[in-house]
T-cell receptor, first 116, second 111 residues
Framework: EAQVTQNPRYLITVTGKKLTVTCSQN?????MSWYRQDPGLGLRQIYY???????DKGDVPEGYKVSRKEKRNFPLILESPSPNQTSLYFC???????????????FGPGTRLTVL | SQQGEEDPQALSIQEGENATMNCSYK?????LQWYRQNSGRGLVHLIL?????REKHSGRLRVTLDTSKKSSSLLITASRAADTASYFC???????????FGKGTTLSVSS
């Protein structure tokens, strides 16, 4: 089954404790992206990757890191989480993109993160 | 940065009624997409309309696109309680490097 998986689905942690949220897709997609969703602010892009070893900042990259060593995986790293990173996080992927033209994005189920 | 903005922010209707949501965007596009999100879950792609299309149908969904007004609408006909969800439009950002989502319309369908 074609899907994007995220782990963990729920996480409660404390300020400053490094964490990683994993994202994996089985559709051989080139494009992957991380979003956070907050009430009243909608979906905001954190980082995206056009292909292996190619990553770039989205609208709200501060406090986050990503890597794309393999095509299928795109982990999100919070080196020193803070309470303002409490949010619902989504990973998404899609097939190759033409400039200014995006194909259907497949979303993971989300990771609800609480930083105390 | 928001590219698409949905209107209204919230919509409440009865089962069987039609629901119309609108989306406005700022820059030229190659296509526009609509997604649905059930509460707290991942977004699901509904439909993609290309810039050279004016209207597209998929089951009970009808999407229109007016590139001269930089706007799109999503019509859900004969709504069901299961259509209760948030609906988002999405387009490429100005730099063409990312897909940007609006803040969404929350639809509530009561039986």
């Amino acid at each position: 089954e074609a899907q994007v998986t995220q782990n963990p689905r729920y996480l409660i942690t404390v300020t400053g404790k490094k964490l990683t949220v994993t994202c994996s897709q089985n559709m051989n997609h080139e494009y992957m992206s991380w979003y956070r969703q907050d009430p009243g602010l909608g979906l905001r892009q954190i980082y995206y990757s056009m292909n292996v070893e190619v990553t770039d900042k989205g609208d709200v990259p501060e406090g986050y890191k990503v890597s794309r060593k393999e095509k299928r995986n795109f982990p999100l790293i919070l080196e020193s989480p803070s309470p303002n990173q409490t949010s619902l996080y989504f990973c998404a992927s899609s097939s190759a993109l033409a400039y200014r033209s995006y194909n259907e994005q497949f979303f993971g189920p989300g990771t609800r993160l609480t930083v105390l | 940065s928001q590219q698409g903005e949905e209107d209204p922010q919230a919509l409440s209707i009865q089962e069987g009624e039609n629901a119309t949501m609108n989306c406005s965007y700022k820059t030229s596009i190659n296509n526009l997409q609509w997604y649905r999100q059930n509460s707290g879950r991942g977004l699901v792609h509904l439909i993609l309309i290309r810039s050279n299309e004016r209207e597209k149908h998929s089951g009970r969904l009808r999407v229109t696109l007016d590139t001269s007004k930089k706007s799109s609408s999503l019509l859900i006909t004969a709504s069901r309680a299961a259509d209760t969800a948030s609906y988002f439009c999405a387009t490429a950002n100005q730099a063409g490097t990312a897909l940007i989502f609006g803040k969404g319309t929350t639809l509530s369908v009561s039986s």
